[in-house]
């Protein structure tokens, strides 16, 4: 997936440079610049490349910042969902021991033939 991302950018940039290169300087009777009304009396020259890439990147900003809020979010909800999860579940109960003492083939329970492990008479 990061490689389609990447080739996708790539792409994008040879576009980019291709067609700033194509416009950037038109016939002579043309500046090749376009003048764009700050104000009553100012007027800005910006070529064409240039106001083109800047609107991209000005329209891109909005939607970046919102999916790297929404991402942002998403990860917070998840900690602490897990978070909660983690407080409201218990360790494993310890096995019940049983009832009965559980007799080995020579009729002596597990406890005693532990305690005489060492003596056989």
Not at 45 to 61: K, M, Y
Not at 102 to 110: H, K, T
């Amino acid at each position: 997936m990061q490689f389609l991302k990447t080739a996708i950018w790539v792409i994008l940039a040879v576009a980019i440079a291709l067609f700033s290169k194509a416009n950037w300087d038109i016939q002579p009777s043309y500046t090749g610049r376009v003048p764009i009304k700050l104000w009553e009396d100012w007027i800005l020259l910006v070529r064409l490349p240039v106001l083109i890439v800047s609107a991209f990147l000005l329209g891109l900003l909005p939607m970046w910042i919102f999916s790297r809020v929404a991402r942002w979010r998403i990860r917070r909800r998840l900690q602490n969902a897990e978070l909660a999860l983690a407080a409201t579940t218990s360790p494993c109960p310890a096995p019940v021991p049983p009832l009965e003492p559980v007799l080995s083939p020579s009729g002596e329970s597990d406890e005693d033939a532990a305690a005489n492990a060492g003596f056989r008479p």
